[in-house]
């Protein structure tokens, strides 16, 4: 598809390797709660979009080697795009966690 822009999209993705990253975390149950524990809470400051994108492209490229099980280089991939798919998804998330990190603080 491409876009007014003329840029090409994968099924709404960047390219096919960022749709095909998001794709492997999401039907991959191990890997889909360890990026999830990636998400920090925002009271630690650490949920900033670049960051979670950063700790996603780290995390991957050591256990894939720089290439997705289907033989797709990683280079190509939007790391931000895929960041930001999962705050707008994990928003109430993101909200309950920093809640129960207020309670358990309360407790200290």
């Known amino acids: ?23 492997w975390i999401t039907n991959t149950e191990s890997l889909y709660k360890l990026i999830k524990g990636l998400l ?12 979670f994108a ?8 050591i256990i894939w080697d720089g290439i997705t099980p289907d ?6 991939v939007n790391w931000v795009e895929i960041a930001e798919h999962w705050f707008h998804d994990y928003d109430d998330y993101l ?3 920093d809640q129960s ?3 358990w603080n309360g407790r200290n």
């Open 1 to 23: 598809m491409v876009t007014a822009d003329n840029q090409e999209k994968y099924n709404g993705w960047t390219n096919r390797e960022t749709w095909n990253v998001q794709l």
């Open 40 to 51: 920090g809470t925002r009271q630690q400051g650490s949920v900033t979009t670049g960051e």
């Open 54 to 61: 950063d700790r996603i492209e780290g995390f991957l490229w």
């Open 71 to 76: 033989n797709l280089k990683l280079n190509p």
């Open 95 to 97: 909200t309950e966690l």
């Open 101 to 103: 990190a207020e309670r």
